[in-house]
C-alpha cells in the first residue's frame, strides 16, 4: 500500500497541484506558491494558521507537509492527524491517503477496515485520473487482505459516513 501513497502523490507538489484553489492570491495561494519553489517553511507558517482554523485543503496540504518531511521533521502521526481533520469533512484526497495510511500503518494502527471506508469514501470523491485510478488497483489488493465480512463492515462505514 506504501506503494499506492508514492503513486498518488508523487511528490507534495503533484497534491497540491490536484487542489491547488484557483482563487486569486491569499494565504493558501501563496503557500502554494511557496511550496512549489520549494520553500516549505513559508508554505507551512502560511497554511498553519488556515489549517488551525478549519480550511480543509490547507489541512491536507499541511498533512503532505509532514508525511513527507518537507519543512519540518517527518511525522506520519501528525499527518495522519491533519489527514483526518481534512476527510472528516468530505476531501477526498484527504480520505484517500488517510485510506492509505491505515492500510500501511503510516502514523495510525494498521487498520484494513477503516482503510477500506477511507478509500471508499476518498474514491467516490476524486475525479478520474491516473492518482486516483492507481488507487483504485490497489484497492483490489486490500480487498485480497480482508474477509467478507470485514469488506462488508468498511462498506456499512462508508455508507453511514457523514461530513463533519
Known amino acids: 500500500m506504501r506503494e499506492a501513497v508514492g503513486v498518488l502523490l508523487s511528490g507534495t507538489l503533484l497534491a497540491y497541484l ?3 484553489p484557483m482563487a486569486s492570491a491569499g494565504p493558501l495561494e501563496d ?3 511557496a511550496a512549489e519553489r520549494g520553500d516549505y ?3 507551512l507558517r502560511l497554511w498553519r494558521p488556515l489549517a488551525d482554523q478549519g480550511d ?3 489541512q491536507f496540504n499541511l498533512a503532505t507537509l509532514y508525511y513527507y518531511g518537507q519543512g519540518m521533521p ?3 502521526v501528525e499527518a495522519a492527524k491533519w489527514l483526518r481533520m481534512a476527510a472528516d469533512q ?3 484526497l484527504a480520505q484517500i491517503l488517510l485510506g492509505l495510511c491505515y492500510a500501511s500503518g503510516d502514523g495510525v494502527p494498521e487498520d484494513y477496515v477503516t482503510a477500506h471506508m477511507w478509500l471508499n469514501l476518498g474514491i467516490s470523491r476524486t475525479p478520474a485520473g491516473s492518482q486516483r485510478d492507481a488507487v483504485i488497483a490497489n484497492f483490489g489488493q486490500l480487498n485480497d487482505r480482508m474477509t467478507k465480512a470485514q469488506i462488508a463492515e468498511a462498506q456499512k462505514l462508508a455508507h453511514d459516513w457523514k461530513p463533519k
Do not use: R
Open 31 to 33: 503557500g502554494f506558491a
Open 56 to 58: 480543509k485543503v490547507a
Open 90 to 92: 468530505g476531501l477526498g
Open 41 to 43: 517553511v513559508t508554505a
Open 18 to 20: 490536484l487542489i491547488a
Open 74 to 76: 517527518l511525522d506520519y
